[in-house]
């Protein structure tokens, strides 16, 4: 179990808690608006500015176990995203979300509560390394950065596979990608499609958007909020609701969950996979920000 030191923990900024299976989670506060990062998998499972609805959803049926994913808020898929390209027996979506993370670091200031986590040593390939920084204000900065000293080149995917609460699946759209081109996981066509207008569910939904740096909004009618995702070094943005079949099919999914969640995930994966030179580092960026109309 990783020993928290006792610089990282501020009085009503920063504090230690025990949540959802006895898993320990760094509490972040600023100005009313909060977020909760679980030391498993440096996992961010909520997120609610002030005087707002949480922003991220996780899912009533989640595991809360050492051993398994949380579903729900926004895990980390890192080195390789989906399934191992060639080792059925590796878990999907890689590792990283399923150890213990170590607190590093923290600043508080009157502008925003930050923490950083870092992937021990011992769960990384050779001489490369991995940390998550979050940054709570009137936004949520989330970092995610690789390094890489391995005297070779290191090459990965990765994503911040997000799950946002929304009020009503069958009212919400997703603004911003009009236009770029997708990989539909479902079609047996895998051939780039192009994104009409913006994009609206009545279906499972699992789609990898390529080569775009565009930010991404989703608009909830019910809510009657929008949620702004913007990004930097990151080239692909997946879209995903399971729907009613596959949400069956997930024994840590409720069968109506679906209606309430949807993924918009910060991503380098498929052809946007990483090639990381030795003495490289890569730093991908994720803001998320909520206004009510
Ligand atoms: O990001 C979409 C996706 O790759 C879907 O295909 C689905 O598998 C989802 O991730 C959840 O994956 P998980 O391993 O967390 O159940």
Known sequence: MIQISKEILIQDRISLKEGHGGLRFLELRWNGAEAHIYLHGAHILHYQPAEQQPVLWHSEASWFETDKPIRGGIPICWPWFG??????????????????????SNSVTDE?????????????????????????????????????????????????????????????????????????KLSHDLSPQKQKGPIEFSAETDRIYINTTHS??????????????????????????????????????????????????????????????????????????????
């Open 83 to 104: 399934p191992h390209p060639n080792d059925s027996d590796q878990p999907a979506h890689g590792f990283a979300r399923l150890t213990e993370w170590e607190p590093i």
């Open 112 to 184: 925003a509560t930050c923490v950083t986590l870092q992937l021990p040593a011992s769960s990384c390939p050779q001489r490369i390394s991995l940390q998550l920084t979050l940054e709570l204000s009137d936004k949520l900065l989330v970092s995610l950065t690789t390094a890489n000293n391995s005297g070779s080149d290191f090459n990965y995917s990765e994503a911040l596979h997000s799950y946002f609460f929304i009020q009503n699946i069958h009212a919400v759209k997703v603004s911003g990608l009009e236009g770029q081109y997708y990989i539909d």
């Open 216 to 293: 991404t909004t989703i608009v909830d009618e019910v809510f009657k909020r929008s949620i702004h995702i913007s990004k930097e070094n990151s080239l692909s943005t997946v879209v995903w609701n399971p729907w009613i079949d596959k949400s069956i099919r997930m024994p840590d999914f409720g069968t109506s969950e679906f209606l309430n969640m949807l993924c918009v995930e910060t991503a380098n994966c498929g052809p946007n996979a990483v090639a990381l030179a030795s003495g490289e580092t890569h730093k991908m960026n994720l803001q998320i920000s909520a206004r009510n109309h």
